[in-house]
Each structure stands twice: as C-alpha cells, then as structure tokens.
C-alpha cells in the first residue's frame, strides 16, 4: 500500500543545528505534505509540495520531493527549541478529497 | 487565523456507550475528513464527506460509525457502542480541495 515512511525516527540535535528529516512511500503520489504535531497535541500543516515541484522554501522550512526515487527531505535550518515535536509526511494520490496517508513520524528533539 | 476546532478535548467513557466527538470546520471548506491515532501509533484515515455525503472510508469506519453534519457548521463522528480499542486521539479536519487538510486540536478518546 501507499505509505510515507520517515527517517530517522528519533532525531536529537542542538540547538541553531539544522535537522533534516527524510520520507519515502511507495506508489506514485499527487502531493506530499508535511505536518508538525507537539507532544498529545493536533498536527500543525507545514508545508505541501506538489508532485511536479521539485523544492519548496517556507521561512526556516526547505522540502524537497524527488519522484524517481518515490522520496522527500524536509530541512530546518536554525533550529530552535520550540521546533521539538514530531515530524510527518502524508502522501495522497488524487486530486480534491482525497485522504492523506501518514508515516509513523520523526521525534525531533532540540537541545537549548 | 480561522482553524478547526474540536469538543471535548477529552472524553472518558465505559465501554458499549456511545459517543459523539465535534468539530467545526474551517467555514468556507467543503471537505471534511476524521482521522484517528492510537497512541504511539500512526495517523489514520477513518472517513471523508463531501457535499452531504460519504466519499470514502477506511476499513476502520465500520457499522459502529457514523457521521453527519447537521448544520452549516458542525461535523460530527458519532461511535455507537466503544471498545476498548476505540481509544484514540481522534482528529478532524477540512479542506477546500486543493489538497491541504487543516486539523483540529483533537478529542483524546478514553474508553474504560
């Protein structure tokens, strides 16, 4: 089945660090999307890149999506504490209402 | 900034009750979608509704669901007799159909 799946699970780094989190899935996509979600809270939409995009820049935030190898990278760079959360990928493969598929996730810890 | 928001943020029931989890979508969406995550464990996809109606749903979203929208505002997952294995964090979200889904904040369901 479709999935997005991240790496590394666990992701510890200091902080003013860039962390880069990495996501692959399985079948061809429509859009990759990125969320954020704080311990026990809601997800937090970061950022989508569209399947014929191939970066995309939000503030700190850099994705890039490589469709050959079916794989995205989300960057960030100046790190802070307040960016410790996890990190998901979610994949969808048509267009309108569509539901995402999610990946188990990043845990990224920033030290101050 | 208009977001989703979901009541109660917890909810705590015994087993073979009936609940009803609410949300008001973002208001000028159209698609709107329930999601559940076991804790520890993947988002997952449990239902989408489009214009009155069911779109898709997952093999989670059995007979013991439900959903509706019963006004111009709120949405609601209805679960008719919980188990155990119904506790969640049970997210909503909504969409306008270019594929970016906002999400609530997310009822943590606890079934006893």
């Known amino acids: 089945s479709q999935q997005g799946e991240e790496d590394p699970q666990a992701l510890s780094i200091q902080e003013g660090e860039n962390a880069t989190m990495n996501c692959s899935y399985k079948?061809?996509?429509?859009?990759l999307q990125w969320y954020r979600q704080n311990s026990g809270r809601g997800l937090v939409h970061l950022i989508l890149?569209?399947?014929?995009?191939r970066e995309k820049h939000s503030g700190r935030l850099r994705v890039t999506l490589d469709t050959s190898k079916k794989s995205s990278s989300l960057l960030i760079t100046a790190s802070r504490a307040a960016d410790t959360a996890s990190y998901f990928c979610a994949t969808d493969v048509i267009s309108g209402n569509t539901p995402l598929v999610f990946g188990k996730g990043t845990r990224l810890s920033v030290i101050a | 900034e208009p977001e989703v928001t979901q009541t109660p943020s917890h909810q705590v029931t015994q087993m073979g009750q009936e609940v009803i989890l609410r949300c008001v979508p973002i208001s000028n969406h159209l698609y709107f979608y329930w999601y559940r995550q076991i804790l520890g464990q993947k988002v997952e996809f449990l239902v989408s509704f489009y214009n009155n109606e069911i779109s898709e749903k997952s093999e989670i979203f059995d007979d013991q669901f439900s959903v509706e929208r019963p006004d111009g505002s709120n949405f609601t997952l209805k679960i008719r007799s919980t188990k155990l294995e119904d506790s969640a964090m049970y997210f909503c979200?909504?969409?306008?159909?270019?594929?970016?889904?906002?999400f609530g904040p997310g009822t943590r369901l606890t079934v006893t």
């Open positions: 890149i569209r399947s014929n995009e």
């Open positions: 079948t061809s996509i429509n859009n």
């Open positions: 979200a909504s969409g306008y159909g270019g594929n970016e889904q906002y």
